[in-house]
């Protein structure tokens, strides 16, 4: 019954499309106030939608298996959580999300827009609404969440029991957020380059927009990251896996949207930038649905491999990239009475310059990513890039990078001299000095290390004197630089101090090592729910004699049968412990690793202040307002 | 003859060239060096110098070869033609079973014998990586 409301619902919802664009198209030609029955008609397809969305999830809270997305995806013995979060946890009701969020922004868009001026709102729309029948016509002829079957079958398959966890119940909604609001982005420049609207007040006003999507994208980054830490059982966050490489590319170009608008808002130039920005991250986030959804990237996010709905995808993309280079060659005009004066100690040429890493550490990422998938389509020649590629183009280049955005906020507009120059150098020798003493001990390559160090220090002293000395001038900057001095810092120190052990151990014995001792004391079973669990005890004393005990897990789940490994990890301040355990076939022998990561949380808490750092920009703007 | 802004301007569109030509260059050099390629059993028998460049294998773990000591683990990647073995000392993945497919990451030591350094996880039971499918299809 709820299948078929929100089936309804959501076909209903489609043909909406074809008034909004009616009345859109009639408003826009006799414009002087937006017609009421657009804002009507747009709620109402909001509604339908999130109707349909709820007829899905409420099928899947009642274990409908007459849908056949529910029956693919869910079980009875699933908990509660799971069986919501079951909704988008597959490509169908993943779409259908997508396809609400896209909605939604509009509605709250046209909402919060009533002081821009009315055509340009209107074309706005009428771009979103390009991208939302893209999206009703995708679903309901390739990927409809409520197909029926008959026989109902009495149970269902199950969901992947790796994505059985709270914090990826979470993680697609956060992202796509992320994701789908830079279509609000991608149509209101297109809407703005039409009508020769790219101006200060244009950038104040969507600049809130690209806030909203970036602070969501680095959310669900973030979540997926700690979701890969504490479940795959390899001890790291970012493993340069194309998938993680898809949601990283939107970000760096939303990163540096962000920046470009600022210099837009004070200084109206950078427009071109903008616009080839605003175009890019939209590209790439539909490009990265594409990647993930079309089975050609294999990973967990690979629901179907369905050959037509990646080519509807690629087909759409195709179309959407080239209508907006049309409008950004015919429609984007210069300004041209206004003279551009850089001057290069200057806030915007600093940001410039930063722009142009930002860009070249985009191609690497992008070249890593698809480099393997145009060799295996030529030359059918199958080739993987590993994390070694991007550590040795992207890290030499930090440092010159970290450099500009310490310096660059001491700058100001236009033209400046460096005041306080006593200042930058006293804190470039502390932390050359600090860095200096940190690498010397240790048994690293010197001379890199200490530079790159030294100037992660550099920003981090700088940028936490600003908070000390500052009258808050300018504090979402302070807050989101000072955040990603502590991110690189907290990635070097947890690079070079992490200690590793691996060993095959049979319960009752121990494993020996100049600072650890590690004994496997016993195993014992456990029954959930769904799953059965093993748990193994094991004692771990190190060279100073603490002695931990560490209980790591395998979980054997019923539906489907599938077995994951649970690291037990202990967390504090300064460093985690991470242990986990897994099962050699046909032998008594475990298999077992044991990590000591430094700085583990530090690397969540800096990414999670870079996100309020765009909180804090967020708000501070509605309140100056 | 030129005005000062016409030097500027051709300078500043010169060096960008020069960079975006150097970073070109960089990038690809970089990405020759770093590639890992893919190999089956069968492949690497046709092989006759062994390079000292990481690959990966791909291929089925046989039946009743995995063996393990306190320091390594040891099996058989099959493709029901050509045979290695393969020395992996690191974690194993949930999946690594035998029958099942597997992609292992390191070094060649000769036609036979193949030191891992990485094993690769799969997440799903029915799940082949797409090579393993390949290397198997061939034959």
């Known amino acids: ?625 | 003859m030129y005005g000062k802004k016409v030097k500027l301007r051709f300078f500043f569109i010169i060096s960008i060239i020069i960079v975006l030509v150097l970073s070109v260059f960089l990038i690809l050099k970089s990405l020759e060096e770093n590639v890992v390629y893919f190999q089956s059993p069968s492949e690497i028998n046709k092989f006759s110098e062994f390079e000292k460049k990481k690959i990966r294998i791909g291929g089925m773990v046989k039946e009743d070869s995995i063996k393990a000591n306190s320091n390594e683990i040891s099996f058989v990647i099959t493709d029901f033609k050509n045979e290695i073995n393969v020395v992996y000392s690191g974690v194993v993945p949930n999946l690594f079973e035998e029958g099942k497919g597997v992609v292992a990451e390191g070094f060649l030591k000769d036609k036979n014998f193949f030191l891992a350094s990485k094993i690769l996880a799969k997440h799903d039971e029915n799940y082949m990586p797409p090579e393993v499918k390949a290397a198997l299809g061939e034959n």
């Open chain 1, 1 to 625: 019954m709820a299948s078929l409301i929100g089936y309804y619902s959501l076909i209903v919802g489609g043909f909406l499309s074809f008034f909004i664009i009616i009345f859109s198209v009639k408003n826009f030609k006799s414009s002087e106030t937006l017609d009421n029955r657009i804002i009507f008609f747009s709620f109402l397809q909001l509604l339908l939608v999130f109707i349909s969305f709820l007829g899905l999830i409420i099928s899947f809270i009642n274990s409908d298996f007459s849908n056949e997305t529910v029956f693919n995806h869910s079980h009875t013995t699933k908990p509660l959580l799971y069986k919501i979060a079951g909704t988008w946890g597959n490509h169908e009701g993943s779409l259908l999300l997508w396809l609400l969020v896209l909605t939604l922004f509009i509605f709250l868009f046209i909402l919060k827009s009533k002081k821009q001026p009315t055509k340009y709102v209107i074309l706005t729309l009428l771009f979103q609404q390009i991208i939302i029948v893209g999206f009703f016509i995708f679903i309901l002829k390739t990927s409809s969440p409520f197909n029926y079957i008959f026989p109902v079958p009495k149970e269902g398959l199950g969901l992947n029991p790796i994505l059985q966890d709270p914090a990826l119940a979470i993680h697609p909604p956060i992202l796509y957020l992320g994701y789908v609001g830079s279509s609000i982005i991608f149509s209101s420049t297109l809407s703005a380059v039409t009508l020769n609207y790219i101006t200060k007040k244009w950038a104040s006003h969507i600049k809130q927009w690209v806030l909203i999507s970036w602070i969501f994208l680095t959310l669900g980054i973030l979540l997926g990251s700690i979701w890969a830490y504490y479940e795959l059982g390899w001890g790291g966050f970012w493993f340069w896996d194309p998938v993680e490489n898809v949601s990283l590319m939107p970000w760096l170009a939303l990163t540096t949207l962000i920046h470009c608008i600022l210099v837009l808002e004070k200084r109206s130039f950078l427009t071109s930038w903008v616009v080839i920005l605003s175009i890019s991250t939209f590209t790439l986030s539909m490009s990265g649905t594409f990647l993930v959804r079309s089975g050609i990237l294999n990973s967990v996010h690979t629901f179907a491999n369905d050959p037509e709905r990646g080519l509807y995808i690629l087909l759409f993309l195709f179309s959407l990239i080239f209508l907006s280079l049309f409008i950004f060659f015919f429609f984007h005009k210069q300004n041209e009475n206004f003279k551009i004066s850089l001057s290069f100690l200057s806030k915007e040429t600093f940001i410039l310059i930063n722009n142009w890493f930002m860009m070249y550490f985009l191609s690497v990422v992008l070249i890593g990513t698809i480099y393997p998938i145009f060799l295996e389509v030529i030359l059918s020649e199958k080739i993987s890039v590993g994390p070694p590629f991007y550590h040795k183009l992207i890290v030499p280049f930090l440092i010159p990078f970290l450099f500009f955005m310490t310096i660059g906020p001491k700058l100001k507009w236009m033209k400046s001299d460096l005041s306080k120059k006593i200042n930058l150098i006293v804190f470039f020798i502390i932390s050359l000095l600090v860095a200096s003493l940190i690498v010397k001990n240790l048994k690293i390559e010197f001379l890199l290390n200490t530079i790159l160090i030294t100037f992660s220090f550099y920003l981090f002293f700088v940028t936490l004197s600003d908070f000390v000395s500052k009258k808050y001038k300018n504090l979402p900057q302070n807050i989101a630089h000072f955040g990603f001095s502590l991110f690189i810092i907290s990635i070097l120190f947890n690079n070079i101090f992490t200690t590793e052990i691996i060993t095959n151990l049979k319960v009752g014995e121990k494993f020996e090592s100049e600072n650890y001792k590690i004994k496997f004391e016993n195993l014992y079973q456990k029954d959930k729910k769904n799953f059965k669990s093993i748990i193994g005890k094991f004692k771990i004393e190190n060279s100073q004699g603490d002695v931990e005990i560490m209980e790591p897990e395998l979980r054997i789940y019923n539906q489907p049968n599938i077995s994951t490994s649970e690291a037990d990890i202990r967390t504090n301040l300064l460093s985690d412990k991470f242990i986990t355990m897994n099962i050699v076939q046909n032998q008594e022998y475990f298999n077992i690793r044991y990590q000591t990561k430094p700085f583990m949380m530090w690397i969540w808490l800096s990414v999670l202040l870079i996100t309020i750092s765009g909180f804090v920009s967020f708000f501070k703007k509605k309140y100056e307002n």
